[in-house]
């Protein structure tokens, strides 16, 4: 299960408010790293990256496991071929959880997709989904198989690039259609 969508910081603070009405959730930053310790964030309000610029393609920004809050999350060793240890934060130890890229503006013109998506079938992930595709289903419009926050929908407007990746060509681009009804 995933939802694509394109959003600034802006636009995601009210889906983060709505998901944590519905449940208690914390954010941990995915990723191998050189200590087992985990990092947990108590709001998507307060993840480190959200407000710094994007990376220029969505495959290279930073993700979040979104986990229930008090679950502990499982870090898994990775024994690395050139030597030592390598700790990962990830789903496949964490099926209660799901990941949480959030894009945003590479330059001002630019607007890099973000993702909430989980391979788990686990009630808790499902409701965790669920409580993320409900808000930005409400709160965004949807354009084809993207969802575009209020903020990434006046960019679209004004002809800014909303991509997956700069370097993807332009046709490849968000474009709204002629004619295309926009939510109010």
Known sequence: MQRHFFATSDDLLPVFE?????????????????????????????????NLPAHSSSTNNPTYLITSSGHPVDVRPVPQSAGGIRYSVDQLTNPDSVTF????????????????????????????????????????????????????????????????AVQSPPEYDLRLATGMPRKK
């Open 101 to 164: 890229t959030h894009g945003g503006l590479f330059l001002p013109d630019t607007l890099i997709s973000g993702r909430v998506s989980t391979v788990s079938d686990s009630p808790v992930a499902k409701a965790i989904q669920s409580a993320f595709s409900n808000a930005i289903g409400k709160l965004f419009t949807r354009i084809n198989a993207f969802y575009v926050g209020p903020d990434a929908a006046q960019m679209l407007a004004r002809g800014c690039r909303l991509t997956h």
């Open 18 to 50: 709505r998901a944590e009405e519905k449940l208690s959730l914390v954010y941990s930053l995915t990723g191998l790293f050189e200590s087992p310790q985990v990092t947990i964030i108590e709001a998507g309000a307060q993840l480190p990256s959200l």
